[in-house]
């Protein structure tokens, strides 16, 4: 993935959730048709902190830019660029895209 000149690399997580939520719904049949156990999608996502500087730095701000539908994380390759001195930045993109 690249914004401008800079090249961020793409990375991806596993997300399990739900799980214990839908079991407390069964037992107290307030749904009759929920998943067994936990939901599980993977979401793909750039960590943009590029300057050593910054990752040496407890106190670096997080930015964690969140997209529309649709949308992806392109949307922020613009705010990416301009503040990858300033802070680390986090951009997911979620399922659906």
């Known amino acids: 993935m690249s914004f401008g ?3 961020f690399q793409e990375h991806e997580i596993c997300i399990k959730t739900c ?3 839908y079991r407390r719904w069964r037992e107290e049949k307030k749904f009759s048709n ?5 939901l599980e999608f993977k979401v793909k996502y750039i960590d943009i902190n590029q300057n050593p ?4 730095r ?3 701000p997080v930015i964690v830019a969140i997209h529309g539908a649709p949308g992806s994380y392109r949307d922020f390759s613009g705010l990416a660029f301009h503040l990858q001195q300033k802070a680390r930045i986090i951009v997911p993109n979620f399922p659906g895209k």
């Open 5 to 7: 000149n800079e090249h």
């Open 53 to 56: 500087v910054l990752k040496s």
């Open 58 to 60: 407890n106190s670096m």
């Open 19 to 21: 799980g214990n939520l």
């Open 34 to 38: 929920l998943p067994n156990g936990d």
